[in-house]
T-cell receptor, first 112, second 118 residues
Framework: DAGVTQSPTHLIKTRGQQVTLRCSPK?????VSWYQQALGQGPQFIFQ???????QRGNFPDRFSGHQFPNYSSELNVNALLLGDSALYLC???????????FGPGTRLLVL | AQKVTQAQTEISVVEKEDVTLDCVYE???????LFWYKQPPSGELVFLIR??????QNEISGRYSWNFQKSTSSFNFTITASQVVDSAVYFC???????????????FGAGTILRVKS
């Protein structure tokens, strides 16, 4: 049974560019959440998707947007990249909104 | 607002020592979940335990045990007879319990780095 998968594993971008990160949830999971983890800090919640709708959003600017597809996979888009967007981006999935979140390996984004 | 505090930034122990990681939380919710996750150097967060605020029973799983005390808003994690493989960053987290339409974000502490030396 495959766990949560994310792609790409690493990414290097320059300021002002746009990036798309992808996440496939565990089999049977219908809820996907995204977190940003800066170096040496705990993960910070970006948003959560359920039934293809954004259900909850953290304190992130509109440059951060997402999408959930009918097969429950999800994308995180970040526009107009800033140096401060450099971080590990973690995707988590759960059986439903209230169930335990299981995390993928993350995508390490470096903005130069 | 919800908040999780892990006051211990880093702990170093020698193999076979017992170690306790502290977690203190703040929430106005009467019902909530508490979690512990482990993050090894690979970066992936590994789920360890979830406790419901209704259930204050302590739990033991092998060398791991958890002490939940609602009176002091604490959810501490003890590793007995630590091993080198326990070296990782450990995160305590909190989420409210509500309807699906509201979501259930995890609020994480800053983490505690555990170094177990042989």
């Amino acid at each position: 049974d495959a766990g949560v998968t994310q792609s790409p594993t690493h990414l290097i971008k320059t300021r002002g560019q746009q990036v798309t990160l992808r996440c496939s949830p565990k089999s049977g999971h219908d809820t996907v959440s995204w977190y940003q983890q800066a170096l040496g800090q705990g993960p910070q919640f970006i948003f959560q998707y359920y039934e293809e709708e954004e259900r909850q959003r953290g304190n992130f600017p509109d440059r951060f947007s997402g999408h959930q597809f009918p097969n429950y996979s999800s994308e995180l888009n970040v526009n107009a990249l800033l140096l401060g967007d450099s971080a590990l981006y973690l995707c988590a999935s759960s059986l439903s909104v209230q169930e335990t979140q299981y995390f993928g390996p993350g995508t390490r984004l470096l903005v130069l | 607002a919800q908040k999780v505090t892990q006051a211990q930034t880093e702990i170093s122990v020698v193999e076979k020592e017992d170690v306790t990681l502290d977690c203190v939380y703040e929430t106005r919710d009467t019902t909530y979940y508490l979690f512990w996750y482990k993050q090894p150097p690979s970066g992936e967060l590994v789920f360890l335990i979830r406790r419901n605020s209704f259930d204050e029973q302590n739990e033991i799983s092998g060398r791991y045990s958890w002490n939940f005390q609602k009176s002091t808003s604490s959810f501490n994690f003890t590793i007995t007879a630590s091993q080198v493989v326990d070296s990782a960053v450990y995160f305590c987290a909190l989420s409210h319990i509500g309807g699906a339409e509201y979501g259930n974000k995890l609020v994480f502490g800053a983490g505690t780095i555990l170094r177990v030396k042989s």
